[in-house]
């Protein structure tokens, strides 16, 4: 009797699993194809504007760490020809450019001693609300995104996170 | 107490305030170049430089020079549109051994993490021929990155901070939240 008992929690336990990883995989297979549902941006060049911060105060490293990722990521994906710098000449005579703005809107700063010690607390989190735009202005993409840092790597790991999210990005949406 | 034992007490004692002033002034500028800051580490943002090295970052005849080795970085002066100061701290013992240690038996490696030490940030901005906007990151020796502010601003490069506002900013205590 008590087999037989043990015996059936293992096979609920089993189904449950199968179950679980069904519906994992029909949820991710279903926003795969809702990327692709959505035509594509057609853009050869993007250009990135330096990191903004209207609303709070964000420490200048975070900033910079924010926009050389982008750079860094966004010439990895390779989905654009050129990757333009904030002010550079060349990117005006650029066609089909986009500009890629990043407005920093939510800022917590964490602590790597305190992460690697308790694992759940010291977490870094920018928020930044994220906004393609043509050469006219007009705004073609517009997403917030988050970078966090949970346990492994400096402060500056979020800045990271958000690049690699944001060229994510522009790899489902551009062509 | 006896006066050879007070004698023998005084001694150490000034032994070892003399110990503790050499650790707290600030150490890594080199001899003879007052303008030149070793054990500097850039963090990102310098050309042609990989992440997170360590070199001697230098300012003399109008360009900042990063040095690494056998590679060399110059930024001219001029071309840089600002430069901040600032304070954090890092894992003493980081890198791959310190990532490592995470692994160890008994939680060794979050012991390890409790040991920090507190240093400077330096972070600029700086313009390419093309007028492209650059930025960079270096870490510094505690006590070294105002100095650095001021060599850099004498070279020829622009902030919107004065090395002196920023020295008084960074003096306050932190207001409690």
Redesign the interface.
């Known amino acids: 009797m008590k087999r037989s008992a043990h015996f059936v929690g293992l096979l609920l336990g089993i189904a449950t699993l199968v179950i679980a990883t069904v519906s994992v995989g029909a949820g991710s297979a279903f926003a795969q194809e809702k990327a692709a549902a959505q035509p594509k941006i057609h853009a050869s060049a993007v250009q990135v504007a ?1 990191v903004q911060s209207d609303e709070i105060k964000l ?3 975070f ?3 924010l ?3 982008l750079i860094q990521e966004i010439t990895k994906t390779g989905k654009f020809q050129h990757v ?7 990117a005006a005579s650029a066609s089909d450019l986009v500009t890629l703005h990043s407005n920093v809107f939510g800022f917590k700063q964490g602590s ?2 305190k992460r ?2 308790t694992t759940v607390s010291g977490e870094t989190q920018i928020k930044v609300h994220v906004t393609f735009t043509d050469k006219a202005g007009k705004t073609v993409l517009s997403q917030d995104t988050t970078g966090k840092v949970r346990f ?1 790597g ?1 402060n ?1 790991r979020a800045t990271f996170d958000y690049a690699k999210k944001v060229a994510q990005i522009c790899v489902n949406n551009f062509s | 107490m006896s006066m050879p034992r007070a004698s023998w007490f005084l001694s150490a004692a000034a032994l070892v305030l003399i110990g503790a002033g050499s650790l707290a002034a600030p150490a890594s500028t080199q001899e003879g170049n007052p303008m030149s800051f070793a054990h500097t580490k850039q963090v990102l943002g310098l050309e042609g430089l990989k992440h997170n090295v360590m070199g001697t970052l230098a300012a003399e005849n109008g360009s900042v020079i990063f040095t690494q080795g056998k590679q060399k970085v110059t930024v001219p002066a001029a071309n840089i549109t600002e430069v901040m100061t600032g304070k954090d701290t890092e894992r003493t013992i980081g890198g791959t051994v310190g990532t490592l240690s995470m692994f160890a038996p008994y939680g060794g490696g979050r012991f390890l993490s409790l040991f920090r030490t507190k240093v400077d940030t330096l972070a600029l901005t700086y313009t390419d021929s093309n007028g492209g906007t650059h930025g960079a990151i270096f870490i510094m020796t505690q006590g070294n990155a105002l100095g650095a502010k001021k060599a850099l601003l004498q070279q020829g490069a622009k902030t919107s901070v004065p090395p002196e506002e920023e020295a008084d900013t960074q003096a306050k205590p932190k207001e409690k939240k």
């Open positions: 330096m420490p200048i490293q900033q910079l760490a926009y050389e990722y333009y710098r904030d002010g550079d000449k060349d790597e001693g690697q010690v492994l400096g500056l």
